[in-house]
């Protein structure tokens, strides 16, 4: 059997809580019981689920000029509301997952041929991961309806064209 994974990416504190900074306009209600579906359906097909975290030295200019996704904060930690089926959290600091050497690692060891994703955002983590995954030669699957974008409709249809013409499949 080919070994499959759900990312689930970046689904934080900082972009889902009340507190959150105005930029991240997600609905974390519909968007959290999406992904939750999804990781249940995930586990129960027989994917590995990965949890994919951002985060950001924690350092002064960091906390001052970004102000999220800042190591060791709680803002940094998984959105609570989110289902955690294992302690599999891969740390990432750039927009692409393949970029974390500690995913790199995890991949090669399970030699993934098919990666599901979703979480935040289609149009920076998400898709930089689907881009990712494809250079990577994996089947690489967005899932549409747990994944949320904070950009207008414009942007989004400019990343699924794009995405999909690399071979991103949309489900």
């Known amino acids: 059997m080919e070994n499959k994974a759900l990312l689930v990416i970046d689904m934080q504190n900082d972009y889902l809580w009340e507190q959150r900074k105005d930029m991240f306009s997600y609905n974390t209600p519909r968007l959290v019981s999406e992904v939750n579906k999804t990781i249940k359906e995930h586990k129960e097909?027989?994917?590995?689920?990965?949890?994919?975290?951002?985060?950001?030295?924690?350092?002064?200019?960091?906390?001052?000029?970004i102000g999220f996704s800042i190591k060791g904060t709680e803002g940094a930690e998984l959105y609570d509301g989110m289902d955690l089926v294992n302690d599999t959290v891969v740390e990432k600091n750039f927009?692409?997952?393949?970029?974390?050497s500690q995913f790199k690692k995890l991949f090669a060891?399970?030699?993934?041929?098919?990666?599901?994703?979703?979480?935040?955002?289609?149009?920076g983590?998400?898709?930089?991961?689907?881009?990712?995954?494809?250079?990577?030669?994996?089947?690489?699957v967005l899932?549409?309806?747990?994944?949320?974008?904070?950009?207008?409709?414009?942007?989004?249809e400019k990343t699924r064209s794009t995405l999909t013409a690399l071979g991103v499949i949309y489900e």
């Open 125 to 140: 983590c998400v898709g930089a991961t689907a881009k990712g995954a494809i250079k990577a030669g994996c089947r690489t």
């Open 45 to 65: 097909k027989g994917f590995d689920i990965i949890y994919v975290v951002q985060l950001f030295p924690n350092i002064i200019t960091n906390r001052w000029i």
């Open 109 to 123: 060891e399970k030699n993934y041929k098919e990666l599901h994703l979703c979480g935040l955002d289609e149009c």
């Open 143 to 156: 899932i549409s309806a747990a994944t949320g974008s904070r950009f207008p409709a414009s942007k989004q």
């Open 95 to 100: 927009p692409d997952t393949f970029t974390s």
